[in-house]
Nanobody, 114 residues
Framework: VQLVESGGGLVQPGGSLRLSCAASGFTFSSYAMSWYRQAPGRERDLVAAISNTGRSTYYEDSVKGRFTISRDSAKNTVYLQMNSLKPEDTALYYC????????WGQGTQVTVSS
């Protein structure tokens, strides 16, 4: 099983990034997918989630209207489009798959700074 995140980097406040998480080794269509983030000295928090069908989504209050989670079953990939980024969005972002089992990616760093 692998969850490989990509797309992180350094961006100025107000900028955008698109994170990707490529999944393999399990039945992607049977798993809900989520993005979590963890800032230094803080707990890992749920940012956004999408159901296995893609019909339902959830967003943490601070990212509503700025972030969009989506999934592409043909590519076994989940995305997090992040717009209007703020310095407080700086964190290590993790991909999570939840179904019969739970899997985590290794994380991708997002830094929002001028």
């Amino acid at each position: 099983v692998q969850l490989v995140e990509s797309g992180g980097g350094l961006v100025q406040p107000g900028g955008s990034l698109r994170l990707s998480c490529a999944a393999s080794g399990f039945t992607f269509s049977s798993y809900a997918m989520s993005w979590y983030r963890q800032a230094p000295g803080r707990e890992r928090d749920l940012v956004a989630a999408i159901s296995n069908t893609g019909r339902s989504t959830y967003y943490e209050d601070s990212v509503k209207g700025r972030f969009t989670i989506s999934r592409d079953s043909a590519k076994n990939t989940v995305y997090l489009q992040m717009n209007s980024l703020k310095p407080e969005d700086t964190a290590l972002y993790y991909c999570n798959a939840r179904g019969d089992r739970t899997y985590w990616g290794q994380g991708t760093q997002v830094t929002v700074s001028s």
